[in-house]
């Protein structure tokens, strides 16, 4: 059964960092393409980033509103998907999610059940 | 990035009756190697995940009730709920996987008159 199990979220003042962990289970993490997205309260999705694969390049992309500010990263031996967001403004609260997604050979798409950021001073 | 826009924002529907929700892609989302539209649609309800309803435009993900449908192709997609339940109360939304930004609709809420 695949797992994904968000951890890290809190109460962060502005301009601070937080980083953001995702435990993986049930799937073979090294693969796969792991993706962050995130919403804010009573708004809607917002797709944050994403890494690819080691064996693909192990590359990142991000969404404008986040890039240069978080890094998304892996480690492989621990299964686990990082998100390290620094110079965290308000507008950054929101519950974060961590998704699995695999398009072929076919299509699969796990959430976790996501871990609330507070920035507020 | 492709801006994805859904119609309308928010949809009351009487329980048995159809709803459809648009969506519409800033540009084309049909990938001409593979003839695949690179589009998603998602259910969210309160507290919970999104859960995914349709790939690939139209294909209904394994468990999803055949009253949802998707279609569509290109720039112009939408979501067919043929007789709505009232377990269907929730936000879609629309989801591109084309380009390497990924992008969601702002979210339709769907309610029962």
């Known amino acids: 059964e695949v797992q994904l199990v968000e951890s890290g979220g809190g109460l962060v003042k502005p301009g601070g960092s937080l980083r953001l962990s995702c435990a993986a289970s049930?799937?073979?993490?090294?693969?796969?393409?792991m993706i962050w997205v995130r919403q804010a309260p009573g708004k809607g999705l917002e797709w944050v980033g994403r890494i690819k694969s080691k064996a693909e390049g192990g590359t990142t992309d991000y969404a404008a509103p986040v890039k240069g500010r978080f890094i998304i990263s892996r480690d492989d031996s621990e299964n686990t998907l990082y998100l390290q967001m620094n110079s965290l403004k308000a507008e950054d609260t929101a519950v974060y999610y961590c998704q699995f997604t695999n398009h072929a050979p076919a299509f699969v798409d796990y959430w976790g059940q996501g871990t609330l950021v507070t920035v507020s001073s | 990035d492709i801006v994805m826009t859904q119609s309308p924002d928010s949809l009351a529907v009487s329980l048995g009756e159809r709803a459809t929700i648009n969506c519409k892609s800033s540009?084309?989302?049909?990938?001409?190697?593979?003839?695949?539209?690179?589009l998603a649609w998602y259910q969210q309800k309160p507290g919970q995940p999104p859960k995914l309803l349709i790939y690939?435009?139209?294909t209904r993900e394994s468990g999803v009730p055949d009253r949802f449908s998707g279609s569509g192709s290109g720039t112009d997609f939408t979501l067919t709920i043929s007789s709505l339940q009232a377990e269907d109360v929730a936000v879609y939304y629309c989801?591109?996987?084309?380009?390497?930004?990924?992008?969601f609709g702002q979210g339709t809420k769907l309610e029962i008159k």
């Open positions: 989801h591109q996987y084309y380009t390497t930004q990924w992008t």
């Open positions: 690939w435009a139209s």
């Open positions: 540009q084309s989302v049909l990938y001409s190697s593979d003839n695949k539209n690179y």
């Open positions: 049930g799937f073979t993490f090294s693969h796969a393409w």
